[in-house]
């Protein structure tokens, strides 16, 4: 087994400010994930990554950048909070792409 | 664009009924179709996946592909209360891409 690791578990920020969130995974997958997720929508693909140092864009890919320095470790990057933005994203990984994406707990955003 | 859509919104079902939950792709050229489960507070996981038209059951849960009509359902059976959650469909379309629809959000009631 394995486990999803995501940093912090709740976010709050300011207009405009830069916020970096973090995911760690021990599976050793060679594919991970961001998605945000709001209420009353299903999960949206914002960037993913097939090996370390890999980075494609998913469809909400604008207003965020991602970095994948190594195989167990997946940052995404907020690069200009919008107020009142409320989201949680989630983090996933999977051994290859098509095979089943096991999620991280998830960190919640609120911006101020 | 290609996009999958889930109905009902919400269900409410009684303890040990038969709970169906229902998937639509826009396009059909998807690979699999994927049921993922998110309580509360969670992440999702996922239950199964369908890639061949007809049922495929693990244990209280059959999943069901139609590809003609690109459906696909999920039926789980003598439903728990642990059962409550948010149930997504998703489908794969390209390499590692997957397409999630908008939820069905489930309460089992005691």
């Known amino acids: 087994g394995g486990i999803i690791t995501q940093t912090p578990k709740f976010l709050i920020g300011q207009e405009g400010q830069k916020l970096t969130l973090k995911c760690q995974q021990n599976f050793n997958h060679d594919t991970m994930y961001w998605y945000r997720q709001d209420s009353g929508k299903g999960l949206r693909l914002i960037y993913y990554s097939i090996t370390e140092n890999d980075l494609q864009k998913g469809d909400l890919s604008e207003g965020y950048d991602a970095s994948r320095e190594k195989k167990s470790s997946f940052s995404l990057t907020v690069t200009s909070a919008q107020k009142n933005e409320m989201a949680v994203f989630l983090c996933?990984?999977?051994?290859?792409?098509?095979?089943?994406?096991?999620f991280g707990p998830g960190t919640r955003l609120l911006v101020l | 664009q290609q996009k999958v859509q889930q109905s009902p919104e919400s269900l409410s079902v009684p303890e040990g009924g038969m709970a169906s939950l229902n998937c639509t792709s826009s396009d059909r050229n998807f690979q699999y179709f994927w049921w993922y489960r998110q309580h509360s507070g969670e992440g999702p996981k996922a239950l199964m996946?369908?890639?061949?038209?007809g049922d495929k059951k693990e244990g209280r849960f059959t999943a069901h592909l139609n590809k003609a009509s690109l459906h696909v359902s999920l039926h789980i059976r003598d439903s728990q209360p642990s059962d409550s959650a948010l149930y997504f469909c998703a489908a794969n379309y390209n390499q590692g891409k997957l397409i999630f629809g908008q939820g069905t959000k489930l309460s089992i009631k005691p």
């Open positions: 996933a990984s999977s051994r290859q792409d098509q095979d089943t994406q096991y």
């Open positions: 996946s369908i890639f061949s038209d």
